[in-house]
């Protein structure tokens, strides 16, 4: 398909002024065939099967912001989860010296962040699964590159309560081991994870992948609410038309980038995530975007209605401008990373209620938002469990990332600087769930999934 000249203008435009950029360039690779007998043999393979095509990554990627104009903000690796590579040697020294060797093969290649130290438990947990969660406030607090998920729950396998009733222990413990609790921020734990992720905390490499793959994730909410500004008299069908071939344009752009990127490194190109993602920047806010549709501040009656749209048209114009669109692709809704959810949760705008009621249309679900550190344990698992059957019943990927920040209240403000933002701390129901939380078990798969 040709691209006219008055798209590359347009383009250009987008990216001077209104923070177009391609979010993120994500290298996912598999590190099973890195598995040794010898655990010092292993740590050498693993590390320079990720520093070599890591190296080449963060070269290319430059090459091409040069060559393009567009700037490709984040450079990042993906890897196997790590679980499943460290059955054979499940010590917990080990695992801490596995996560030290992930995160100095992405430091000394210039690479942001490195996602996949992990596990899928969505049925239940191997000794080595349950190991990693016990190191990961070590793992978390220690490292400055490693993020960390976990799969819970899947449409097919119901929802692990067991492995929920391990994190709010084990976010406590990394809360108060890291920094203004930020150890947390790279943590985040799914139902229905895609494994072609490539946003940061979440990202890994699936077992269903290649040996290695390219991913793109691309944004642009400061794009978007530049047109729905300038469209603010049209009804609902027009202005998701609007957004439609606003999105339609982005994504061409993250799927040339994209494409030409894997080429020259000589790899298979994978997908193209459509997400709008917000960042602290100014004018590059989801909530904004919403805002400018009428909603006076995001969590206002009215907001759900409006994400869902935005979602809806944001996946439809990805959907015609690719065949590669995958990941999590929709509309992301972080706290600390928007300005504009940050000023709603300060003006009593926006609850955590409410910002939960908004992720049963989001593409993920509850976000870097910050909680009192005082906040149970068991209504941390009670949190995430509640956002996760969303997913679960939905058919859709939710997510969480909460952080316990240690001697913070409500109404209190945690600094986390750089791309994770400034957080208000959001107060929690006082009353508790603790007698239905250590029932454990599985919450059953809905019927839903018996389609086969």
């Known amino acids: 398909m040709t691209i006219s000249v008055e798209e590359v203008y347009e383009t250009a435009s987008m990216i001077l002024y209104q923070n177009l950029d391609i979010r993120t360039t994500t290298l996912g690779i598999n590190l099973k065939d890195c598995i040794d007998s010898d655990f010092g043999a292993f740590r050498k393979k693993v590390y320079k099967k990720i520093h070599s095509h890591a190296v080449q990554l963060v070269a290319q990627a430059k090459i091409l912001e040069m060559k393009y104009g567009i700037p490709i903000a984040n450079k990042r690796v993906s890897v196997t989860p790590v679980s499943l590579i460290m059955e054979s040697h499940c010590e917990k020294n080990k695992f801490i010296e596995m996560a030290q060797t992930l995160d100095k093969a992405a430091a000394d290649a210039g690479i942001d962040f490195i996602g996949g130290f992990g596990a899928l438990v969505q049925k239940g947990m191997t000794r080595s699964d349950r190991m990693l969660i016990d190191m990961l406030p070590d793992v978390l607090s220690q490292t400055g590159r490693v993020c960390s998920f976990l799969n819970v729950g899947s449409n097919v396998a119901g929802l692990n309560l067991d492995a929920v009733n391990r994190l709010g222990a084990m976010l406590h413990q990394t809360a108060v081991k890291s920094e203004n609790a930020i150890g947390c921020a790279k943590f985040v734990v799914f139902v229905n994870a895609p494994e072609d992720n490539p946003f940061m905390a979440g990202a890994f490499h699936g077992v ?21 500004a300038q469209n603010r008299e049209c009804d609902l069908t027009k202005l998701s038309e609007v957004i439609k071939r606003t999105v339609f344009k982005i994504t061409r752009a993250g799927e040339l980038i994209g494409r030409e990127l894997a080429a020259a490194l000589n790899i298979p190109f994978g997908i193209v995530d459509i997400s709008l993602a917000s960042t602290t920047a100014a004018g590059d806010s989801v909530a904004n975007v919403i805002e400018a549709f009428g909603i006076e501040r995001i969590g206002a009656h009215g907001s759900t209605l409006a994400v869902a749209l935005l979602m809806d048209a944001v996946k439809k114009g990805g959907a015609m401008a690719s065949g590669n669109v995958g990941g999590l692709s929709g509309t992301f809704i972080p706290v600390s990373e928007d300005e504009g959810m940050i000023e709603a949760v300060q003006a009593g705008a926006l609850s955590l209620d409410k910002l939960e009621a908004l992720t049963s249309v989001c593409s993920v679900g509850l976000d870097m938002f910050a909680i009192p550190g005082d906040t149970p344990e068991e209504t941390i698992n009670a949190i995430i469990a509640d956002e996760l059957a969303i997913g679960i019943i939905n058919n859709k990927t939710t997510a969480v990332r909460v952080i316990p920040v240690p001697g913070k209240k409500a ?6 600087g750089g791309l994770l933002g400034t957080a208000p701390v959001m107060p929690v129901n006082r009353f508790s769930s603790k007698n239905f939380l250590k029932r454990g078990g599985r919450l059953p798969a809905p019927i839903t999934s018996m389609r086969n």
């Open 208 to 228: 269903g992948e290649g040996d290695i793959t390219l991913n793109i994730g691309i944004s642009g909410p400061g794009v978007v609410k530049t047109v729905v």
């Open 411 to 416: 109404g209190d403000t945690v600094v986390f």
